[in-house]
């Protein structure tokens, strides 16, 4: 089994920037791919961005991209997710998460372990 374990998030104003951090144990050799995901209130969880742990592809919601940057360091089982630009519709509960498969990023079912959650919230 895989466990994340996130750190990070926090309290930013708008324009602003964050970094949220995901740190994987256990059977990480079994990991191809690690996403983000995030849940805003009264709302479903979205993917947010993803990454490759072999080839380093990675792969961005149309809201995130271009201030989102997902990034992975293979020797110490971490993957970031920096957040730039912040807006008030990124507040949300952030998620990491590991899948075994290549295929279907976006979908949660995909995935089969998941970070405790980190808070970010942007204030206008």
């Known amino acids: 089994q895989v466990q994340l374990v996130e750190s990070g998030g926090g309290l930013v104003q708008a324009g602003g920037s964050l970094r949220l951090s995901c740190a994987a144990s256990?059977?990480?050799?079994?990991?191809?791919?690690m996403g983000w995901f995030r849940q805003a209130p009264g709302k479903g969880r979205e993917f947010v961005a993803g990454?490759?742990?072999?080839?380093?592809?990675?792969e961005y919601a149309d809201s995130v991209k271009g201030r989102f940057t997902i990034s992975r360091d293979n020797d110490k089982n971490t993957v970031d997710l920096q957040l730039n630009s912040l807006k008030p519709e990124d507040t949300a509960v952030y998620y990491c998460?590991?899948?075994?498969?290549?295929?279907?990023?976006?979908?949660?079912?995909?995935?089969?372990?998941w970070g405790q959650g980190s808070q970010v919230t942007v204030s206008s």
């Open positions: 998460a590991a899948s075994d498969y290549l295929t279907h990023w976006r979908q949660e079912g995909m995935y089969d372990a």
């Open positions: 256990g059977r990480t050799i079994s990991i191809s791919v």
């Open positions: 990454i490759t742990l072999r080839g380093g592809l990675t």
